[in-house]
């Protein structure tokens, strides 16, 4: 079974600050792995989507990194900003199970002026 | 494209009553995905339709739960004899196989379902 754990569960920075969330992982053999965003009572956006195949992705101020070997993914945030509060998700699609997302329990952000 | 699409996006409901969700997935995605999210959670798979086959359900999805996809578009999920312990949020998510290299998967809004 794939267990995918995020820390840490929850994290408060001031404005400006860069920061990384952290996602880990049990299987390496892994598709692709995603992370996504999601503000309280909405459904998921997708921020950045890492092949199993890739070490990083870039979006404006996220980055996100994978390293199978070691089970690890980052997701690094620069300069901050109150609009970035909310649950960041972690999934991996392990490929083999037809596409289906396994999460862990998200990061909660909140970033305050 | 609107994106992914569910109806309704809030439902309350008494214990005992039979609910039914829609998702509208985005067009031409031929792969869509059910998952259930409790408060503190990340979403849990509940089942998969690649057109209009069901190819994989979870064991989370009891037998008062049934998933249909009849012309391999839109999909409903059914809750029959809800318990206090279906309330959630209920996700919906869709994906094109012709984008076989990246996966990447697109999420509709979610029905929060409340049983009392």
């Known amino acids: 079974k794939q267990e995918v754990t995020q820390i840490p569960a929850a994290l408060s920075v001031p404005e400006g600050e860069n920061l990384v969330l952290n996602c880990s992982f049990t299987d390496s053999a892994i598709y692709n792995l995603q992370w996504f965003r999601q503000d309280p009572g909405k459904g998921l956006t997708s921020l950045l989507l890492i092949q199993s195949s890739q070490r990083e992705q870039t979006s404006g101020r996220l980055n996100a990194s994978l390293d199978k070997s070691s089970g690890r993914s980052t997701l690094y945030i620069a300069a901050s900003q109150p609009g970035d509060s909310a649950t960041y998700l972690c999934?991996?699609?392990?490929?083999?199970?037809?596409?289906?997302?396994?999460f862990g329990r998200g990061t909660q952000l909140t970033v305050w002026p | 494209d609107t994106g992914v699409s569910q109806d309704p996006r809030h439902k309350i409901t008494k214990r005992g009553q039979n609910v039914t969700f829609r998702c509208d997935p985005i067009s031409e995605h031929n792969r869509l995905y059910w998952y259930r999210q409790t408060l503190g959670q990340g979403p849990e798979f509940l089942t998969y339709?690649?057109?209009?086959?069901?190819?994989?359900k979870s064991r989370l999805l009891s037998d008062r739960f049934s998933a249909e996809r009849p012309k391999g578009s839109f999909s409903t999920l059914e809750i029959q004899r809800t318990e206090q312990g279906d309330s959630a949020m209920y996700l919906c998510?869709?994906?094109?196989?012709?984008?076989?290299?990246?996966?990447?998967?697109?999420f509709g809004p979610g029905t929060r379902l409340t049983v009392t």
């Open positions: 999934a991996l699609d392990r490929g083999s199970t037809l596409g289906r997302l396994y």
């Open positions: 998510a869709s994906r094109s196989t012709r984008d076989t290299e990246a996966g990447e998967q697109y």
């Open positions: 339709f690649q057109n209009e086959a069901q190819l994989e």
